[in-house]
């Protein structure tokens, strides 16, 4: 019944209506704003294994610290409280399973009065950061960190940093602003054929376009004490940071050097927090005029890290020029929770055999390890769907509404089109939209998912485009929820 009214834009509508109706009134009204800001190191001291390949990668350096960055807010009237979020960035690929839940098991005994159900965690996407999914991959039993260890690790610390925001929050003032770089390109081309590869070759006779649009946005938000310090700030851009993944080292990619250009500028206390936006079909490789960008870089004399950091930052200071020329005190803070139910992607017959076929040869190599695990869980899916037992990916949706802007979270990689969708049917002045809250499967658009190819095939989708077009309203609903009321 689900899947029958998912297909009919009538079914859509009422499975929106039923989801937005369980949502409490909303009381709107401006407040006194408090705020607190932490951050810790989430690099282990010992070797690790890293995220992000299919070939396991056991990292014995540091070349830069993978950290979490926690922003606590709340608004009060008086001695009343009225709404609260404590939002912390993490250096990781995702937010895996359980990763969530131990945190916020900590929290709640740090703070035994928080809401915990409003802590919002998300990653930056960086492929060489930790590994927190035990079996994932072929480990030693000895002289690495277990994946199961390493939540424990991160769960103490990010815990510890939520509840020092938490502890610290004290009056301040928040303001936002809008920037641009050129960070990210779409990464799938499209051959004359119709099909699609990520990282295709377009110095190809038969290429004929890069697949989808291409989000340049800098959302920011900047949050200064009572002493008009500037003390934490949001960077908002839909690029994931995998510029060094291929690397054998734990490193936070670009999001380190961003951290310390806008620390040399505007104080080494200052606390950032990267949010990823909508781009699981964007990256920083470059795609096209590959020849005159390198040459520009190193007359610049930077490497890339840094060039890619010295956009962010330039589009950052855009949005800060306007965003300190406009400070609020007194401001909404509405945070709604909900879970709303995601339809799974639906295996094909002629999918599973191609599958049983590449797990039986994965299967004969242990490099291959990694490889026929993500190939087997999509034969796993495939037997709950034959015997009736398939049921809906469960999300946890965190809208946001803060003075005039509005912040959206996903558990994916979502293409790029569905957070433009977000972000222009939005009634905010400003949308910020995060994902990676979660494991972090690819979304496809639907022209992806017919291109094919990595991000867009069946392994790669736990969630098909019909379930982004759901998110996609779903959050756009909830959205236009926090800008309904009287008393605005």
């Known amino acids: 019944m689900y899947c029958n009214l998912l297909s009919t834009p009538r079914g859509l509508a009422m499975i929106c209506a039923v989801v937005l109706g369980m949502l409490p009134s909303i009381s709107l009204s401006a407040a ?16 690790v294994a890293l995220s992000g390949h299919m070939r396991t990668r056991i990292a014995t350096k540091v070349s830069s610290p993978c950290t979490a960055s926690a922003l606590a807010l709340e608004t009060r009237d008086g001695d009343q409280v009225l709404d609260q979020a404590i939002m912390v960035s993490c250096d990781l690929i ?24 409003k802590i919002v965690l998300n990653a930056t996407h960086t492929h060489t950061a930790p590994v927190m999914r035990q079996h994932t991959y072929a480990l030693p039993a000895e002289g690495v960190m277990q994946p199961t260890d390493y939540v424990e690790f991160l769960a103490d610390r990010v815990a510890e940093i939520a509840a020092k925001a938490w502890e610290s929050r004290d009056i301040g003032s928040v303001g936002w602003g809008l920037g ?13 054929n119709g099909a699609a590869k990520m990282y295709g070759n377009a110095n190809h006779p038969d290429f004929r376009a890069i697949e989808g649009y291409e989000d340049q946005d800098v959302n920011v938000l900047c949050f200064w004490d009572k002493n008009d310090k500037l003390i934490g700030t949001t960077v908002n851009i839909a690029c994931p940071s995998q510029e060094v993944e291929g690397r054998p080292s734990v490193d936070a990619d670009f ?19 990267g949010w990823t936006g909508a ?4 990256a920083p490789r470059l795609m096209y005029n590959k020849a005159a960008e390198e040459r520009m870089r190193k007359l610049r004399g930077l490497d890339r890290l840094e060039e890619i950091a010295r956009r962010i930052v330039n589009g950052w200071e855009e949005a800060y020029a306007g965003a300190s020329q406009e400070r609020h005190t007194d401001v909404p803070l509405v945070h709604q929770v909900q879970t709303v139910s995601l339809p799974e992607r639906m295996v094909t017959e002629q999918e599973a ?8 040869v994965s299967a004969k190599d242990p490099k291959l390890f990694r490889k026929m695990t993500w190939q087997q869980t999509v034969l796993d899916r495939y037997e709950r769907q034959q015997s009736g037992k398939l049921t809906p990916y469960q999300m946890e949706l965190h809208t946001i509404r ?10 994916f990689e979502l293409f790029t089109d569905f957070g433009i969708q977000m972000k222009a049917r939005s009634p905010a002045l400003q949308t910020f939209v995060i994902q990676l809250t979660g494991p ?17 095939i069946i392994e790669s989708n736990l969630v098909g485009y019909k379930g982004g077009q759901v998110l996609t309203d779903l959050t756009v609903d909830a959205l236009k929820e926090l800008w309904t009321s009287d008393s605005k």
């Open 180 to 192: 641009h770089a050129v960070v990210a390109q779409n990464r799938r081309v499209v051959y004359k």
């Open 255 to 273: 999001w380190h050097q961003v951290r310390l250009s806008l620390r040399a500028k505007h104080g080494e206390d200052l606390v950032v927090l």
């Open 94 to 117: 995702a937010i895996r399973e359980t990763v969530l839940d131990e945190v916020r098991e900590r929290v709640q005994k740090l703070l035994p009065d928080f809401d915990v159900n």
């Open 353 to 360: 055999e191609r599958l049983k076929a590449a797990v039986a």
């Open 279 to 282: 781009a699981g079909d964007q």
């Open 440 to 456: 972090g499967f690819y979304i496809p658009s639907e022209r992806a998912q017919r291109g094919g190819g990595y991000s867009a």
């Open 402 to 411: 803060l003075g005039d802007i509005a912040i959206a979270t996903n558990d």
């Open 32 to 47: 006194e704003l408090h705020v607190g800001v932490a951050t810790t190191s989430i690099t282990p001291d010992e070797p």
